[in-house]
Nanobody, 121 residues
Framework: QVQLVESGGGLVQAGGSLTLSCAAS????????MGWYRQTPGKQRELVAD???????KYDDSVKGRFTISRDNAKNTISLQMSSLEPEDTAVYYC???????????????WGQGTQVTVSS
């Protein structure tokens, strides 16, 4: 069974930093695109940043220059280094990955359980 497990959320003051981590585990053949999304109450989940297995990245304009996504293909993990945090960054952050489980050739979308990030002003 494949799963994504996030860690690293918490409470931080505005201007501070946090690093989120996400690890894919289970019977995995290969992992394609991985990324971070966030969601606040009453709003749709939105892309924060994603990264291909080749290292190409994409960021939402609101986090460019403040957040950095990175990836370890050998460990099937991604991280999101967040700095200069603002109260507007407060949300539940979710990890998403496209994973082909062992025994298949098709990528399936998986989500983590989410981790709360709260930025106080």
């Amino acid at each position: 069974q494949v799963q994504l497990v996030e860690s690293g959320g918490g409470l931080v003051q505005a201007g501070g930093s946090l690093t989120l981590s996400c690890a894919a585990s289970g019977s995995i053949l290969r992992v394609n695109l991985m990324g971070w999304y966030r969601q606040t109450p009453g709003k749709q989940r939105e892309l924060v940043a994603d990264i291909t297995n080749g290292g190409s990245t994409k960021y939402d304009d609101s986090v460019k220059g403040r957040f950095t996504i990175s990836r370890d293909n050998a460990k099937n993990t991604i991280s999101l280094q967040m700095s200069s945090l603002e109260p507007e960054d407060t949300a539940v952050y979710y990890c998403k990955a496209y994973i082909a489980p062992l025994g298949t050739v098709r990528y399936t979308q998986y989500w983590g359980q989410g981790t709360q990030v709260t930025v106080s002003s």
